[in-house]
Protein backbone atom coordinates (compact mmCIF):
# COMPACT_ATOMS: atom_id res chain seq x y z
CA UNK A 1 0.00 0.00 0.00
CA UNK A 2 1.27 3.44 -0.73
CA UNK A 3 2.40 5.49 1.93
CA UNK A 4 0.38 8.77 2.69
CA UNK A 5 2.61 11.90 2.26
CA UNK A 6 2.82 13.97 5.44
CA UNK A 7 4.00 17.89 4.48
CA UNK A 8 4.43 20.70 7.53
CA UNK A 9 1.58 23.49 6.84
CA UNK A 10 2.68 25.63 10.03
CA UNK A 11 5.60 26.38 12.16
CA UNK A 12 5.88 28.25 15.58
CA UNK A 13 8.77 28.89 18.14
CA UNK A 14 9.51 29.85 21.19
CA UNK A 15 13.84 30.56 21.33
CA UNK A 16 16.43 32.43 23.20
CA UNK A 17 16.92 34.33 19.98
CA UNK A 18 13.20 35.20 19.26
CA UNK A 19 9.72 34.69 20.25
CA UNK A 20 8.21 33.68 17.26
CA UNK A 21 9.34 31.24 14.56
CA UNK A 22 10.00 33.62 11.97
CA UNK A 23 11.95 35.89 14.02
CA UNK A 24 14.04 33.01 15.93
CA UNK A 25 15.17 31.87 11.48
CA UNK A 26 16.17 35.67 11.23
CA UNK A 27 18.35 36.08 14.18
CA UNK A 28 19.98 32.60 13.31
CA UNK A 29 20.64 33.17 9.80
CA UNK A 30 22.44 36.42 10.79
CA UNK A 31 24.38 34.55 13.77
CA UNK A 32 23.17 36.16 16.46
CA UNK A 33 23.97 34.33 19.96
CA UNK A 34 21.03 34.23 22.66
CA UNK A 35 23.18 33.62 25.36
CA UNK A 36 23.90 35.56 28.15
CA UNK A 37 24.21 36.07 31.73
CA UNK A 38 21.38 34.55 33.94
CA UNK A 39 18.60 36.90 34.82
CA UNK A 40 15.84 34.51 36.19
CA UNK A 41 17.43 33.88 39.16
CA UNK A 42 20.66 34.92 41.50
CA UNK A 43 23.14 32.73 40.21
CA UNK A 44 26.06 34.87 41.97
CA UNK A 45 27.05 31.70 44.06
CA UNK A 46 26.62 28.89 41.61
CA UNK A 47 29.28 27.81 38.86
CA UNK A 48 27.15 28.22 36.00
CA UNK A 49 26.91 31.79 35.04
CA UNK A 50 24.62 31.38 31.17
CA UNK A 51 21.92 30.59 29.92
CA UNK A 52 20.05 30.89 26.91
CA UNK A 53 16.96 32.83 28.41
CA UNK A 54 13.94 33.79 26.33
CA UNK A 55 13.70 37.13 26.35
CA UNK A 56 10.91 39.44 26.82
CA UNK A 57 7.68 36.88 26.73
CA UNK A 58 4.66 37.69 28.20
CA UNK A 59 2.20 35.01 28.76
CA UNK A 60 -0.84 37.38 28.86
CA UNK A 61 -0.20 37.88 25.06
CA UNK A 62 -1.64 34.18 25.23
CA UNK A 63 -3.74 33.64 27.66
CA UNK A 64 -5.87 35.16 30.64
CA UNK A 65 -3.54 36.46 33.33
CA UNK A 66 -5.63 34.60 35.83
CA UNK A 67 -5.02 31.22 33.67
CA UNK A 68 -1.61 31.92 33.20
CA UNK A 69 -1.18 31.46 36.98
CA UNK A 70 -2.15 28.07 36.69
CA UNK A 71 0.39 27.18 34.13
CA UNK A 72 4.00 26.44 34.13
CA UNK A 73 6.65 28.56 31.89
CA UNK A 74 7.23 25.35 29.84
CA UNK A 75 3.94 25.07 28.39
CA UNK A 76 3.21 28.42 28.32
CA UNK A 77 5.66 28.24 25.95
CA UNK A 78 4.29 25.92 23.67
CA UNK A 79 1.02 27.10 24.16
CA UNK A 80 2.49 30.78 22.03
CA UNK A 81 4.20 28.37 19.85
CA UNK A 82 1.20 26.81 19.30
CA UNK A 83 -0.50 29.44 18.79
CA UNK A 84 1.88 30.76 15.56
CA UNK A 85 1.81 27.25 14.13
CA UNK A 86 -2.05 26.95 14.38
CA UNK A 87 -2.08 30.63 12.70
CA UNK A 88 -0.11 30.24 10.03
CA UNK A 89 -1.58 27.06 8.91
CA UNK A 90 -4.95 28.26 8.67
CA UNK A 91 -6.60 25.48 10.09
CA UNK A 92 -10.20 25.74 11.59
CA UNK A 93 -10.18 23.28 14.10
CA UNK A 94 -14.08 23.81 13.99
CA UNK A 95 -14.30 22.27 10.82
CA UNK A 96 -12.25 19.19 11.56
CA UNK A 97 -13.27 15.69 12.33
CA UNK A 98 -11.61 16.13 16.49
CA UNK A 99 -10.65 12.71 16.53
CA UNK A 100 -8.44 12.80 13.70
CA UNK A 101 -6.76 15.70 14.85
CA UNK A 102 -3.50 15.04 17.37
CA UNK A 103 -1.23 16.55 19.76
CA UNK A 104 2.58 15.25 20.29
CA UNK A 105 4.50 17.54 22.68
CA UNK A 106 7.62 16.45 24.41
CA UNK A 107 9.06 17.90 27.66
CA UNK A 108 12.24 16.41 28.74
CA UNK A 109 11.98 17.35 32.64
CA UNK A 110 8.39 19.52 33.06
CA UNK A 111 7.19 22.16 34.98
CA UNK A 112 10.75 22.03 37.06
CA UNK A 113 10.11 26.03 38.28
CA UNK A 114 6.76 25.20 39.46
CA UNK A 115 8.24 21.77 41.29
CA UNK A 116 11.31 23.69 43.05
CA UNK A 117 8.87 26.53 43.97
CA UNK A 118 6.49 24.44 45.33
CA UNK A 119 9.16 22.48 47.57
CA UNK A 120 10.48 25.63 48.77
CA UNK A 121 7.22 26.62 49.96
CA UNK A 122 6.00 23.27 51.30
CA UNK A 123 9.11 23.05 53.57
CA UNK A 124 8.90 26.37 54.90
CA UNK A 125 4.98 26.31 55.64
CA UNK A 126 4.03 22.34 55.64
CA UNK A 127 3.51 20.32 52.56
CA UNK A 128 0.00 20.66 53.17
CA UNK A 129 -0.21 24.22 52.38
CA UNK A 130 1.06 23.93 48.29
CA UNK A 131 -0.38 25.06 45.76
CA UNK A 132 -3.61 22.63 44.41
CA UNK A 133 -2.66 23.51 40.94
CA UNK A 134 1.37 22.03 41.79
CA UNK A 135 0.81 18.77 40.34
CA UNK A 136 -1.74 19.77 36.88
CA UNK A 137 1.64 22.51 36.67
CA UNK A 138 4.46 20.34 37.49
CA UNK A 139 3.46 16.94 35.46
CA UNK A 140 5.26 16.97 32.20
CA UNK A 141 2.18 15.79 29.85
CA UNK A 142 0.59 19.62 30.52
CA UNK A 143 2.08 21.35 27.21
CA UNK A 144 0.44 18.80 24.94
CA UNK A 145 -2.89 18.96 27.17
CA UNK A 146 -3.50 22.57 27.42
CA UNK A 147 -3.00 22.50 23.66
CA UNK A 148 -5.51 20.01 22.62
CA UNK A 149 -7.63 21.63 25.27
CA UNK A 150 -7.46 24.94 23.97
CA UNK A 151 -8.47 23.78 20.26
CA UNK A 152 -10.54 20.59 20.63
CA UNK A 153 -8.40 18.19 19.72
CA UNK A 154 -8.94 15.01 20.73
CA UNK A 155 -7.18 12.24 19.05
CA UNK A 156 -3.97 10.85 20.56
CA UNK A 157 -2.52 13.39 22.66
CA UNK A 158 0.88 12.24 24.26
CA UNK A 159 4.14 13.48 25.57
CA UNK A 160 7.49 11.30 24.54
CA UNK A 161 9.89 12.04 27.76
CA UNK A 162 12.96 10.83 26.07
CA UNK A 163 15.07 13.18 27.53
CA UNK A 164 17.30 15.43 24.46
CA UNK A 165 15.86 13.20 21.80
CA UNK A 166 11.90 14.13 22.90
CA UNK A 167 11.20 17.21 20.23
CA UNK A 168 12.49 14.70 17.36
CA UNK A 169 10.72 11.46 18.85
CA UNK A 170 7.82 13.72 18.81
CA UNK A 171 7.66 15.27 15.13
CA UNK A 172 8.55 11.35 14.32
CA UNK A 173 6.13 9.71 15.57
CA UNK A 174 3.32 12.36 14.79
CA UNK A 175 4.93 11.40 10.70
CA UNK A 176 3.94 7.98 11.50
CA UNK A 177 0.40 8.94 13.14
CA UNK A 178 -0.01 11.08 9.60
CA UNK A 179 1.27 8.45 7.50
CA UNK A 180 -0.08 5.44 8.86
CA UNK A 181 -3.70 6.90 8.51
CA UNK A 182 -4.36 7.14 12.54
CA UNK A 183 -4.90 10.68 12.25
CA UNK A 184 -5.03 13.88 9.27
CA UNK A 185 -3.18 16.61 11.35
CA UNK A 186 -1.05 16.55 14.41
CA UNK A 187 0.11 18.90 15.99
CA UNK A 188 4.35 18.15 17.63
CA UNK A 189 6.89 19.22 19.08
CA UNK A 190 8.60 20.29 22.84
CA UNK A 191 8.73 23.02 25.15
CA UNK A 192 11.22 23.17 27.95
CA UNK A 193 11.79 25.96 31.07
CA UNK A 194 14.12 24.74 33.41
CA UNK A 195 16.90 27.96 34.30
CA UNK A 196 16.15 27.19 37.69
CA UNK A 197 18.47 26.84 40.58
CA UNK A 198 17.73 23.11 40.84
CA UNK A 199 18.43 22.06 37.51
CA UNK A 200 21.48 24.48 36.36
CA UNK A 201 22.74 22.85 39.79
CA UNK A 202 22.14 19.47 39.14
CA UNK A 203 23.66 19.58 35.28
CA UNK A 204 26.63 21.18 36.97
CA UNK A 205 27.10 18.55 39.52
CA UNK A 206 27.63 15.98 36.90
CA UNK A 207 29.75 18.27 34.93
CA UNK A 208 27.70 18.47 32.10
CA UNK A 209 27.48 22.66 31.48
CA UNK A 210 30.07 25.15 30.78
CA UNK A 211 30.54 27.59 33.79
CA UNK A 212 32.89 30.12 32.10
CA UNK A 213 31.32 33.72 31.85
CA UNK A 214 31.77 34.67 28.64
CA UNK A 215 28.81 34.08 26.17
CA UNK A 216 30.91 34.30 22.58
CA UNK A 217 32.81 31.14 24.26
CA UNK A 218 30.52 28.97 25.88
CA UNK A 219 28.14 27.23 23.54
CA UNK A 220 30.57 26.45 20.81
CA UNK A 221 29.87 22.82 19.36
CA UNK A 222 32.54 20.94 17.76
CA UNK A 223 35.39 23.20 19.02
CA UNK A 224 38.27 22.06 20.51
CA UNK A 225 37.76 24.73 23.57
CA UNK A 226 34.34 23.26 24.24
CA UNK A 227 33.84 22.36 27.65
CA UNK A 228 29.93 21.93 28.14
CA UNK A 229 26.53 22.62 27.32
CA UNK A 230 24.74 25.69 28.24
CA UNK A 231 20.95 25.25 29.15
CA UNK A 232 18.35 27.18 26.88
CA UNK A 233 14.36 26.90 27.24
CA UNK A 234 11.44 27.45 24.83
CA UNK A 235 9.43 25.77 22.38
CA UNK A 236 9.15 24.39 18.91
CA UNK A 237 5.68 23.01 17.53
CA UNK A 238 5.10 21.64 14.00
CA UNK A 239 1.56 21.26 12.44
CA UNK A 240 2.25 18.07 10.18
CA UNK A 241 -0.63 17.59 7.89
CA UNK A 242 -1.58 14.37 5.43
CA UNK A 243 -1.28 15.73 1.79
CA UNK A 244 -4.27 15.78 0.43
CA UNK A 245 -6.13 16.81 3.18
CA UNK A 246 -3.94 19.98 3.11
CA UNK A 247 -4.53 20.61 -0.77
CA UNK A 248 -8.05 20.21 0.18
CA UNK A 249 -8.11 22.78 2.36
CA UNK A 250 -5.95 25.43 -0.12
CA UNK A 251 -3.19 25.22 2.72
CA UNK A 252 0.40 26.87 1.95
CA UNK A 253 2.66 23.84 1.89
CA UNK A 254 5.84 24.33 3.83
CA UNK A 255 8.07 21.32 3.72
CA UNK A 256 7.90 17.26 3.67
CA UNK A 257 8.69 14.65 6.56
CA UNK A 258 9.58 12.13 4.86
CA UNK A 259 12.16 9.62 7.35
CA UNK A 260 12.56 8.50 10.47
CA UNK A 261 14.47 6.66 12.62
CA UNK A 262 14.63 5.71 16.50
CA UNK A 263 17.08 3.94 18.43
CA UNK A 264 18.64 3.43 22.07
CA UNK A 265 22.04 2.87 22.89
CA UNK A 266 21.20 0.46 25.60
CA UNK A 267 24.89 1.10 27.03
CA UNK A 268 25.05 4.14 29.84
CA UNK A 269 23.03 6.39 31.69
CA UNK A 270 24.37 9.69 30.30
CA UNK A 271 27.49 9.24 27.77
CA UNK A 272 26.76 7.59 24.31
CA UNK A 273 27.81 4.48 23.01
CA UNK A 274 31.76 4.65 21.94
CA UNK A 275 31.25 5.58 18.30
CA UNK A 276 27.70 6.94 18.28
CA UNK A 277 26.35 3.19 16.62
CA UNK A 278 23.18 4.33 18.23
CA UNK A 279 22.87 7.84 16.60
CA UNK A 280 24.57 6.27 13.35
CA UNK A 281 21.87 3.83 12.94
CA UNK A 282 18.87 6.12 13.87
CA UNK A 283 20.48 8.33 10.96
CA UNK A 284 20.29 5.13 8.65
CA UNK A 285 16.91 4.37 9.49
CA UNK A 286 15.74 7.93 8.85
CA UNK A 287 17.24 7.43 5.49
CA UNK A 288 15.84 3.64 4.79
CA UNK A 289 12.70 4.75 5.79
CA UNK A 290 12.41 7.94 3.47
CA UNK A 291 14.19 5.62 0.55
CA UNK A 292 16.53 8.02 -0.20
CA UNK A 293 20.31 7.87 -0.72
CA UNK A 294 23.09 9.55 1.81
CA UNK A 295 24.36 11.17 -1.16
CA UNK A 296 21.20 12.69 -1.34
CA UNK A 297 21.08 14.63 1.80
CA UNK A 298 22.62 18.67 1.80
CA UNK A 299 22.07 19.43 5.26
CA UNK A 300 22.26 17.83 8.69
CA UNK A 301 20.94 20.24 12.10
CA UNK A 302 23.09 18.38 14.41
CA UNK A 303 22.34 17.78 18.21
CA UNK A 304 26.01 19.29 18.32
CA UNK A 305 25.53 20.34 22.05
CA UNK A 306 29.35 21.39 22.86
CA UNK A 307 30.36 18.27 25.25
CA UNK A 308 33.37 16.72 24.30
CA UNK A 309 31.83 13.34 24.33
CA UNK A 310 28.79 14.25 22.63
CA UNK A 311 30.23 16.06 19.43
CA UNK A 312 32.80 13.72 18.96
CA UNK A 313 30.75 10.82 19.02
CA UNK A 314 27.97 12.71 16.43
CA UNK A 315 30.33 13.41 14.37
CA UNK A 316 31.86 9.33 13.70
CA UNK A 317 28.23 8.50 13.95
CA UNK A 318 27.57 10.77 10.72
CA UNK A 319 30.83 9.02 8.79
CA UNK A 320 29.15 5.78 10.05
CA UNK A 321 25.80 6.53 8.43
CA UNK A 322 26.94 8.96 5.07
CA UNK A 323 30.26 7.30 4.63
CA UNK A 324 32.50 9.46 2.20
CA UNK A 325 29.40 11.35 1.68
CA UNK A 326 29.99 12.76 5.61
CA UNK A 327 32.51 15.05 4.12
CA UNK A 328 30.26 16.56 1.35
CA UNK A 329 27.25 17.78 3.73
CA UNK A 330 27.24 20.39 5.83
CA UNK A 331 26.49 19.69 9.71
CA UNK A 332 25.83 23.04 11.61
CA UNK A 333 24.73 23.32 15.41
CA UNK A 334 22.28 25.73 15.55
CA UNK A 335 22.67 25.10 19.64
CA UNK A 336 25.77 27.60 19.42
CA UNK A 337 23.05 30.52 19.43
CA UNK A 338 20.33 28.94 21.71
CA UNK A 339 22.08 26.84 23.67
CA UNK A 340 20.72 23.49 24.71
CA UNK A 341 16.61 23.58 25.01
CA UNK A 342 16.88 19.38 26.43
CA UNK A 343 13.08 17.88 25.81
CA UNK A 344 12.31 21.39 22.95
CA UNK A 345 15.80 21.08 21.21
CA UNK A 346 14.67 18.78 18.65
CA UNK A 347 11.32 20.54 17.90
CA UNK A 348 13.45 24.22 17.45
CA UNK A 349 15.70 22.48 15.65
CA UNK A 350 12.93 20.99 13.18
CA UNK A 351 11.66 23.99 12.76
CA UNK A 352 15.12 25.59 11.64
CA UNK A 353 15.79 22.66 9.67
CA UNK A 354 12.44 23.27 7.71
CA UNK A 355 13.27 26.99 7.38
CA UNK A 356 16.84 26.19 6.23
CA UNK A 357 15.11 24.41 3.19
CA UNK A 358 12.05 26.68 2.86
CA UNK A 359 15.17 29.36 2.60
CA UNK A 360 18.05 27.68 0.74
CA UNK A 361 20.51 28.74 3.63
CA UNK A 362 22.34 27.04 5.86
CA UNK A 363 22.47 28.17 9.73
CA UNK A 364 26.63 28.58 11.03
CA UNK A 365 27.97 26.58 13.70
CA UNK A 366 29.07 29.82 15.58
CA UNK A 367 31.67 30.72 18.24
CA UNK A 368 34.05 28.51 16.47
CA UNK A 369 38.13 28.70 16.48
CA UNK A 370 39.67 26.13 17.04
CA UNK A 371 39.47 22.77 15.25
CA UNK A 372 38.83 19.58 16.37
CA UNK A 373 40.54 16.88 14.51
CA UNK A 374 37.46 14.57 16.09
CA UNK A 375 35.12 16.79 14.65
CA UNK A 376 36.47 17.46 10.89
CA UNK A 377 33.67 17.70 9.30
CA UNK A 378 32.29 20.87 7.20
CA UNK A 379 30.27 22.61 10.63
CA UNK A 380 29.72 26.02 8.74
CA UNK A 381 32.01 28.13 10.53
CA UNK A 382 31.05 31.07 11.79
CA UNK A 383 28.78 32.61 8.93
CA UNK A 384 25.69 30.89 7.26
CA UNK A 385 25.78 30.18 3.65
CA UNK A 386 23.28 30.12 0.45
CA UNK A 387 22.56 26.67 -0.41
CA UNK A 388 20.00 24.83 -2.74
CA UNK A 389 19.16 21.35 -0.62
CA UNK A 390 16.37 18.51 -1.34
CA UNK A 391 16.99 16.71 1.94
CA UNK A 392 17.71 17.75 5.31
CA UNK A 393 18.49 16.12 8.54
CA UNK A 394 17.95 16.86 12.22
CA UNK A 395 19.33 14.89 14.53
CA UNK A 396 18.88 14.25 18.62
CA UNK A 397 20.65 12.27 21.56
CA UNK A 398 19.24 11.91 24.74
CA UNK A 399 20.25 10.85 28.09
CA UNK A 400 19.55 7.67 28.51
CA UNK A 401 20.54 6.30 24.84
CA UNK A 402 17.77 7.78 23.42
CA UNK A 403 18.75 8.51 19.60
CA UNK A 404 16.19 10.08 17.08
CA UNK A 405 16.63 11.51 13.77
CA UNK A 406 14.07 13.02 11.39
CA UNK A 407 14.33 13.32 7.17
CA UNK A 408 12.90 16.68 5.44
CA UNK A 409 12.38 17.51 2.72
CA UNK A 410 12.40 20.71 0.49
CA UNK A 411 8.35 21.41 -0.93
CA UNK A 412 8.72 21.65 -4.49
CA UNK A 413 4.82 21.48 -5.66
Known sequence: MEKRRVVITGLGAVTPVGLTAAESWEAVKAGKCGIGPITLYDASNMKAKLAGEVKGFDPANYMEKREARKVDR???FALAAA??????????????????????????????????????????????????????????????????????????????????????????DALRQVRDGYAD?????????????????????????????????????????????????????????????????????????????????AYHITAPAPGGEGGAKAMSLALEDAGVAPEEVGYINAHGTSTPMNDSCETQAIKTAFGDHAYHLAVS???????????????????????????????????????????DLDVVPNVGRSADIKYAMSNSLGFGGHNASILLKKWEG
Open 74 to 76: FAQ
Open 83 to 172: QEAVEQSGLDFAKEDPYRCAIIMSAGIGGLITLQNECVKGSQKGFDKISPFFIPMAIGNMASAHIAIKYGLKGMATCPTTACAGGTNAVG
Open 185 to 265: VVLCGGAEAVVTELAMGGFTSMHALHTGDDPAAASIPFDARRSGFVMGEGAGVLVLEELAHAQARGAKILGEVVGYGATCD
Open 333 to 375: STKSMTGHMLGAAGAVEAVFTAQSLMDGFLPATIGYQEPDPEC
